[in-house]
Nanobody, 115 residues
């Protein structure tokens, strides 16, 4: 069983920045494709960004140019750098790890953007 633990969320002002972290327990972390999702109250969970085991990245249109996903395989950690935050970015952000039939989720970390 793989455990994913997100951290780094909090309350920030519009235009501010945060760096979210997702620490994984997997010994083969480097083989997993990783992703960040978010879910705002009353809305469906949406895919924000992905990074494959080969470090190929993709982003939702709403976050392109503002969010950056990265990974440090030596630390078994994936990051989401979020800049120029907007109120509509407010959501619980979830880390996801996929490898073949394996699919794991973290518990989420709250990001609130408000003045």
């Amino acid at each position: 069983q793989v455990q994913l633990v997100e951290s780094g969320g909090g309350l920030v002002q519009p235009g501010g920045s945060l760096r979210l972290s997702c620490a994984a327990s997997a010994s083969i972390f480097s083989f997993y494709d990783m992703a960040w999702y978010r879910q705002a109250p009353g809305k469906q969970r949406e895919l924000v960004a992905t990074i494959t085991s080969g470090r190929s990245t993709n982003y939702a249109d709403s976050v392109k140019g503002r969010f950056t996903i990265s990974r440090d395989n030596a630390k078994s950690t994936v990051y989401l750098q979020i800049n120029s935050l907007k109120p509509e970015d407010t959501a619980v952000y979830y880390c996801n790890a996929v490898y073949g039939k394996l699919n794991y989720w973290g518990q989420g970390t709250q990001v609130t953007v408000s003045s």
